[in-house]
């Protein structure tokens, strides 16, 4: 029910029994109150001025400070509610009376409950002085930048990764199904399903086991490896860098179950080299001749339109080549193989959903083993500068593999995926 | 304070004892503004039918007249939030005006019909003229048809009627109007 309504019924129930036992008593009451309602509803005429002014950024879980200038334009006075109605933030209503004509700076702490751009919708509310009525501002949309907090950084840097990214793309292929089969009991390597671990034999021997059972075909396995030195980054710890570990990791992963393997290695300028069946992944590094090389990375992803068709047809002209190494590796791959496409999606993503559509239409099947950049810096190198920079690609590149991975499979890996026993033995 | 201390004076001038309950309603208010309402509802149904003043062209009917507008000060006062504070200088000067006033209904009346448009203008500012301007034409139609208004039933039919009108011209202006919310 209403504060007015309630009034008004008040007003009703006195004038009908002034009416009906004739004393004018109630009915100057019910005046009375019907006055003051008509009054206060005429003066009610809301003009509010609000700006509110937000810092640039703020950190996730931490509080930061909003400024509202408030200012009572109306003629009479009230009480200004203002809130917050984004569910990514908490905010404490703030709630003040304003005189008319006056004007007020208030802080209203707010605090970002979610990393990324997240929308901010504030609204404020001017009930009058009697509070029978009020309106509602709605104020205009901003958006606010929250960095990660140093504590979930922290605290996400303790939970160790459970990815095993090689295993995924195996999934991902789909490739020589497993039959009931059993074959043999084996030690467990890295990158193995923990469902496939033999308890008994584990206890028994004391060292984790495996059941491996046949599989139905061993197939061939292309690798389309980007040896571009734009997609290389150095790692300080083990002096190699990053293409060259998930490169052998791949190799010794499909060699141990005796898939036969294609190398095609290839550049922004066409095919380098074609290894084919290596022998393992130390040679084909060799053969390859990756070396480890220095400097930053590009971590700006570029847009999935591309270049213009001008500026396309005059790169081409310059390097003499009219199509990419990509879309020429992927027309080296036989029909109904098994493709993992190594490279790095923010480089190329045009060439990369070319080279995906020409594989399909060949009925083979693609993964592409996208090692993110951005996982890889070196924590020396960060200032607040870099990480915000850092941060803010990280997020353009998400939304990319986001456009792409409705066309083509993509499996994101890390530092964390390089299996440690891969780089010892490099 | 005002509309406390103005009831009960006029309390003690019309000899109304059910006025002096208006503290109650003060410390409901302290609680709550919604609380405060609904003691204010009770509070006017009781004052309202516990006595009976006579004509309103009689000394009596203006006893009436002295509840409505204390009735309006406590109404307004009640909504807009009582606090425990020393009254301003302003409200000393009106408190003196209505204390010094109150020896006979004959000063008392237009000091309190002064200090309700005091109250509603500070709160409302300049629609108090319509207020006033609605007293006038009340006050005017009584006047005019005071030999046709004998009987007291007609007398409120009229000053009822004139207020509804009020309303309507209220009505005018759309609005959003607040919810009670027992706490």
Not at chain 1, 155 to 167: D, F, G, N, S, T
């Amino acid at each position: 029910m209403r504060r007015t309504d309630l009034l008004l019924s008040l007003a009703a129930v006195l004038s009908a029994g002034a009416y009906l036992t004739g004393n004018i008593l109630p009915a100057l009451l019910a005046a009375g109150i019907m006055g003051y309602y008509s009054t206060a509803r005429l003066s009610f005429n809301p003009k509010v001025e609000v700006k509110r002014e937000i810092p640039e950024r703020g950190t996730e879980l931490e509080p930061l400070k909003a400024r509202l200038m408030v200012k009572n334009l109306s003629e009479t006075g009230g009480r200004l509610r203002i809130k917050e109605e984004s569910e990514f933030v908490f905010a404490r209503e703030l709630e003040v009376s304003i005189m008319p004509g006056e004007a007020k700076l208030l802080e209203q702490t707010i605090v970002p409950q979610r990393k990324g751009y997240i929308p901010l919708k504030g609204k404020v509310i001017f009930e009058d002085e009697p509070g029978f009525f009020y309106e509602e501002i709605q104020l205009d949309e901003e958006k606010l930048l929250v960095l990660p907090s140093a504590r979930s950084i922290r605290e996400a840097l303790k939970v160790k990764r459970q990815v095993e990214a090689i295993a995924e793309v195996e999934k991902a292929l789909g490739i020589g199904l497993e039959t009931l089969d059993f074959k043999e009991l084996r030690e467990f390597h890295p990158g193995d399903d923990v469902r496939k671990i033999d308890w008994k034999s584990t206890s028994r021997l004391g060292e984790l086991m495996i059941k491996e059972f046949y599989r139905e075909t061993l197939s061939e396995i292309y690798l389309l490896i980007n040896v571009d030195r734009k997609f290389r980054r150095e790692l300080r710890k083990v002096k190699v860098d990053y293409l060259v570990l998930i490169t052998a990791q791949l190799v010794e992963y499909f060699r141990r179950f005796g898939y036969r393997i294609n190398g095609i290695a290839y550049n922004d300028g066409g095919i380098v080299k074609m290894v084919p069946n290596p022998r393992d992944g130390k040679s084909f590094i060799g053969e390859l001749k990756l070396a480890p090389r220095r400097g930053l990375p590009p971590i700006k992803a570029a847009s999935l339109e591309g270049e213009s068709l001008l500026s396309r047809k005059i790169l081409s002209l310059r390097r003499r080549v009219y199509t990419s190494g990509l879309v020429r590796a992927a027309l080296k791959v036989e029909a109904n193989s098994y493709v993992v496409i190594v490279d790095d999606i923010g480089l190329h993503p045009r060439e990369i959903l070319k080279a995906a559509g020409i594989l399909r239409k060949g009925g083979s099947n693609a993964v592409v083993l996208y090692p993110n950049p951005v996982f890889f810096m070196g924590k020396d190198e960060l200032d607040e500068e870099k990480l915000e920079l850092l941060y803010r690609r990280y997020l353009e590149r998400k939304k990319l593999m986001r456009k792409l991975i409705g066309k083509v499979k993509i499996i994101e890996v890390g530092p964390k995926d390089l299996i440690p026993k891969v780089v010892e033995k490099l | 304070m005002i509309g406390l201390i103005a009831s009960l004076l006029t309390a003690v001038i019309t000899g109304n004892y059910i006025l002096l309950l208006a503290p109650l309603i003060y410390a409901a208010a302290l609680k709550s503004r919604d609380l405060a309402l609904i003691a204010f509802y009770l509070y006017v149904l009781v004052m309202a039918f516990y006595f009976n003043p006579g004509s309103i062209y009689t000394l009596s009917g203006m006893e009436g007249v002295l509840m409505a507008f204390s009735t309006v000060i406590v109404l307004d006062e009640i909504l807009s939030g009582v606090r425990f504070r020393i009254p301003s200088r302003e409200e000393f000067l009106v408190l003196g005006a209505l204390t010094v006033s109150a020896f006979t209904i004959y000063t008392f009346l237009p000091v309190l019909a002064a200090v309700t448009v005091y109250v509603i203008y500070r709160r409302f500012g300049k629609p108090v003229l319509y207020t006033m301007g609605w007293w006038l034409l009340l006050a005017a139609s009584l006047y005019a048809a005071r030999s046709r208004l004998m009987h007291r039933g007609a007398q409120a039919l009229i000053i009822v009627g004139l207020a509804l009108i009020f309303i309507l011209i209220g009505e005018r202006r759309d609005v959003k109007a607040v919810e009670v919310k027992l706490r």
